[in-house]
């Protein structure tokens, strides 16, 4: 009854590896770069909203703190302007597909 268990437990461990393995192979998709059904490399790559969200929130602070006349409205809308526009590229980054 033992060596029945530990058979049983053996393959329910190598069967969920099993299928993982089959599709590795493919050479379709290794990582952030892949090919689509047309032979085409596409790119898996940030959208950049968590950079814009952030940037556009440091730079309202930035923006306001550096604006000292009046309601400083000005200075904060145009800090959060910049600081989104800086936070996308950042988050973007400069990966390219090869």
């Known amino acids: 009854m033992r060596k029945t268990?530990?058979?049983?437990?053996?393959?329910?461990?190598?069967?969920?590896?099993?299928?993982?393995?089959?599709?590795?192979g493919d050479g379709y998709y290794h990582g952030r770069v892949w090919r689509?059904?047309?032979?085409?490399?596409?790119?898996?790559?940030?959208?950049?909203?968590?950079?814009?969200?952030?940037?556009?929130?440091?730079?309202a602070l930035i923006g306001r703190a550096i604006d000292?006349?009046?309601?400083?409205?000005?200075?904060?809308?145009v800090g959060a302007a910049a600081g989104a526009l800086v936070g996308r590229s950042i988050d973007r980054g400069r990966y390219r597909c090869h």
Do not use: F, Y
């Open 5 to 24: 268990m530990l058979a049983l437990a053996a393959a329910t461990l190598t069967v969920p590896t099993m299928p993982s393995a089959a599709l590795a």
């Open 36 to 59: 689509d059904s047309h032979g085409r490399l596409r790119c898996k790559r940030s959208n950049g909203t968590t950079g814009l969200i952030i940037g556009a929130a440091g730079g």
């Open 68 to 77: 000292t006349h009046g309601e400083r409205a000005t200075g904060t809308i």
